[in-house]
């Protein structure tokens, strides 16, 4: 089979490469997909550059990847089954990974063999590249807002880089939830804030949200450097701050810790400091899937799939592409 293959860290240019490698077998409890579509998001630009160097500690592989293929979610068809939740045929999607996004999970090559528990049927109505749009960041925006923000009816929630892959599914899910919601993010990307529900929409590079006197309930943050102490001054004094940690394909974030230096200090201090609501616990990943399949089942969330998609053999570029910042929701590879 192609895939896209990955021997070593570095930039990513240097380092991924389409050959034809064997394709996998199928365990027990395990389907054989074959890969119409997957995403490049943000963790797998850590896992091809091994940067920070703590995610080779937390699983990615010490001097070289342990896997070979990056990506960590899929959308495609069942070629054979080592389970019983799924035929040949079967359209399915999910995020392929068990351990943290930081390390590559085999999704970017034309098969991947992924446990049946981790995977749902695709919705009727959705393609394949939206499908590959919703694992990873759906789940990251559901367990920060739900679990860590514990966002409720009537509460204000600000959203910082609400039109980015996770950014998206925190607007949506926090209308849901019951909140009015504020999304801030560049101006070419305000309308779709709007088409997806915001109530009111903030330019960034216009208006800094720390400073515009309002204060809310939530803010939850996915791109902002700014320091906590700002932060604050946009906080209700009982409210929460969920800080998710792009730290701007390491322009931002320390070589060793990434966005973990950032988030550390404000976990040692959480015990004290109201706002900061440490680690809290929610439902198994497993659980929290079905609610988002759950979801859009019922149209009440929709995948949003950036206008430029890119075959697999141009994953270097979609890369290249998502780190500009220009992405609007989800970069997706078309396999």
């Given at each position: 089979m192609r895939a896209i293959v990955q021997?070593?860290?570095?930039?990513?240019?240097?380092v991924l490469h389409v050959r034809d490698i064997p394709r996998p077998i199928a365990g027990p409890g395990q389907v054989l997909v074959q890969v119409r579509a997957t995403s490049v998001h943000a963790d797998v630009w850590h896992a091809v550059n091994g940067i920070p160097y703590a995610l080779r500690l937390m699983g990615s592989g010490l001097a070289t990847p342990k896997r070979h293929v990056p990506g960590t979610d899929l959308a495609g068809e069942v070629i054979s089954a080592g389970g019983t939740r799924f035929a040949y045929g079967d359209r399915v999607f999910g995020e392929v990974t068990r351990k943290n996004q930081w390390s590559n999970a085999g999704t970017f090559a034309e098969f991947a063999c992924?446990?049946?528990?981790?995977?749902?049927?695709?919705p009727p109505d959705l393609s394949f590249e939206q499908a590959a749009a919703v694992p990873t960041a759906a789940l990251i925006a559901l367990m920060n807002l739900r679990d860590q923000g514990q966002v409720r009816t009537g509460q204000r929630v600000l959203v910082n880089g609400a039109a980015g892959a996770v950014g998206v599914w925190a607007v949506q899910l926090a209308k849901i939830f019951g909140a009015e919601v504020t999304a801030v993010d560049a101006p070419a990307k305000l309308d779709l804030l709007k088409d997806l529900g915001a109530d009111h929409v903030i330019d960034y590079t216009r208006q800094d949200f720390t400073q515009i006197g309002t204060r809310f309930d939530v803010v939850f943050d996915v791109v902002s450097q700014a320091p906590f102490s700002e932060?604050?001054?946009?906080?209700?004094?009982d409210g929460t701050f969920v800080l998710?940690?792009?730290d701007q394909y390491g322009r931002s974030g320390h070589r060793v810790l990434g966005s973990l230096g950032r988030m550390l200090p404000l976990m040692v201090i959480s015990p004290v400091v109201r706002q900061l609501p440490g680690i809290r616990g929610g439902p198994s990943r497993e659980q929290n899937w079905a609610t988002i399949v759950a979801l859009l089942d019922a149209g009440r969330i929709r995948p949003v799939v950036d206008h430029r998609t890119f075959p697999l053999e141009e994953a270097a570029d979609a890369i290249d592409y998502l780190s500009t910042g220009n992405a609007k929701g989800r970069v997706v590879l078309s396999v």
């Open positions: 021997d070593k860290y570095g930039p990513h240019r240097e992924v446990d049946e528990a981790l995977l749902a049927r695709i932060v604050r001054r946009a906080l209700e004094p998710v940690g792009h």
